[in-house]
């Protein structure tokens, strides 16, 4: 077997430094709209992004590279080649690892990027807890003209899943990471309060917690408690994989089936991560009325009690 997995490296290795692809190019020149849509996504309101003199944010990078649905021509195949190698050695799966972002000079609306991508690094076989697999780094250079003006290194891992047991009773809970920054927030869950962080300086609330105001850069902070009601902003439906800990009673008892998990908007105006309950997972839609409840859960690590959010019935914009 180690041979197989040796022979398989070897040849995955012979990518390295292969073009991934030649002299694309975005398909618009950078401008002021994109920049406005990302800024308003991101909430970001740098005076350096408007105006007459406007740079785009450096984040950004990306955005002007991407293909869109139909994708770009001059890719070169090889790309394409390295994974099929990978899935016919049973590597299937993809889970993004992280990315690298270097700029050397701002970008300006009018700009037009063109960009090269090679196939920096293929590693040796890993094990990790998902599966066993190789880590793949493309590097895409970005130029306007002749000039460089930034790198972005993209790292995936391509892997064979493990196989693991799933367990339907008693599965735990994934405890929450908690910090000098966010140790307040817990105290206050553990007594059954959802508190938001106020800035003193300029009055701003903020969630998550943070050691400082993002709207005035203040240190200072005291603390608001939430009315608990909200209603859904948006919210994603978690398929695979199964996870037990998660499964609703109104779903399937001990069935390890699907589960949302919303994006709520508070009616302080802050927005919080939390499960969406009390309506099957298919039901659950954009501005559907909840009402904050806190949840205690018990298994072998000890008593963990977590805010979540209701699905109020019978509400306007409620399930039906």
């Given at each position: 077997?180690?041979?197989?997995?040796?022979?398989l490296g070897?040849?995955l290795?012979?990518?390295?430094?292969?073009?991934?692809?030649?002299?694309?190019?975005?398909k618009?020149?950078?401008?002021?709209?994109?920049?406005?849509?990302?800024?308003?996504?991101?909430?970001?309101?740098?005076?350096?992004?408007?105006?007459?003199?406007?740079?785009?944010?450096?984040?950004?990078l990306?955005?002007?590279?991407?293909?869109g649905?139909?994708g770009?021509?001059?890719?070169?195949?090889?790309?394409?080649?390295?994974?099929?190698?990978?899935?016919e050695?049973?590597?299937t799966?993809?889970?993004a690892t992280?990315?690298?972002?270097?700029y050397?000079?701002?970008?300006?609306?009018?700009?037009?990027v063109?960009f090269d991508?090679?196939?920096?690094?293929?590693?040796?076989?890993k094990t990790?807890k998902?599966?066993?697999?190789y880590?793949?780094?493309t590097?895409?250079?970005?130029?306007?003209?002749p000039?460089?003006?930034g790198t972005?290194?993209?790292?995936i891992?391509?892997y064979a899943?493990?196989r693991?047991?799933?367990?339907?009773?008693?599965?735990?809970?994934p405890?929450?990471v908690?910090n000098?920054?966010?140790?307040?927030?817990w105290?206050?869950?553990?007594?059954?309060r959802?508190?938001?962080?106020?800035?003193?300086?300029c009055?701003?609330?903020r969630?998550?917690?943070?050691?400082?105001?993002?709207?005035?850069?203040?240190?200072?902070?005291?603390?608001v408690?939430?009315s608990g009601?909200g209603?859904v902003?948006s919210?994603v439906?978690?398929h695979?994989?199964?996870?037990?800990?998660?499964?609703?009673?109104?779903?399937?008892?001990?069935?390890?089936?699907?589960y949302?998990v919303?994006?709520?908007e508070l009616?302080?105006?802050?927005?919080?991560?939390?499960n969406?309950?009390?309506?099957?997972y298919d039901?659950?839609?954009?501005?559907?009325?909840v009402?904050?409840?806190f949840?205690?859960?018990?298994?072998?690590?000890?008593?963990l009690?977590?805010?979540?959010?209701?699905?109020?019935?019978?509400?306007?914009?409620?399930?039906g």
């Open positions: 077997m180690s041979t197989v997995v040796d022979e070897a040849r290795k012979t990518y390295e430094g292969r073009a991934a692809a030649v002299a694309g190019r975005g618009d020149p950078v401008n002021e709209p994109m920049i406005r849509h990302w800024c308003e996504a991101m909430g970001d309101t740098n005076p350096a992004y408007a105006g007459p003199d406007a740079v785009a944010p450096p984040t950004m990306q955005a002007w590279t991407m293909g649905l139909s770009h021509t001059g890719r070169t195949g090889a790309y394409d080649e390295l994974f099929d190698l990978l899935d050695a049973g590597c799966s993809v889970v992280d990315c690298e972002q270097e050397l000079r701002p970008l300006r609306p009018g700009d037009e063109t991508a090679v196939i920096e690094s293929v590693s040796d076989r990790t998902l599966g066993t697999g880590f793949v780094t590097r895409m250079d970005v130029r306007v003209g000039d460089l003006v972005h290194r993209f790292r891992l391509k899943p493990a693991q047991k799933q367990k339907t009773r008693g599965a735990r809970r405890r929450p908690v000098r920054d966010n140790a307040g927030f105290e206050g869950v553990e007594q059954h959802l508190l938001i962080q106020r800035c003193t300086d009055g701003t609330l969630h998550p917690w943070l050691p400082g105001c993002n709207a005035c850069g203040g240190p200072d902070w005291d603390t408690e939430a009601e209603t902003y919210y439906v978690m695979h994989p199964p996870f037990p800990a998660f499964t609703e009673s109104d779903h399937a008892a001990d069935a390890a089936g699907p949302a919303g994006l709520i009616a302080e105006g802050v927005r919080i991560v939390s969406v309950v009390g309506v099957p039901k659950v839609r954009i501005g559907l009325p009402r904050l409840e949840r205690r859960y018990d298994d072998e690590d000890g008593p009690v977590l805010p979540v959010f209701r699905a109020q019935e019978g509400r306007e914009g409620g399930a």
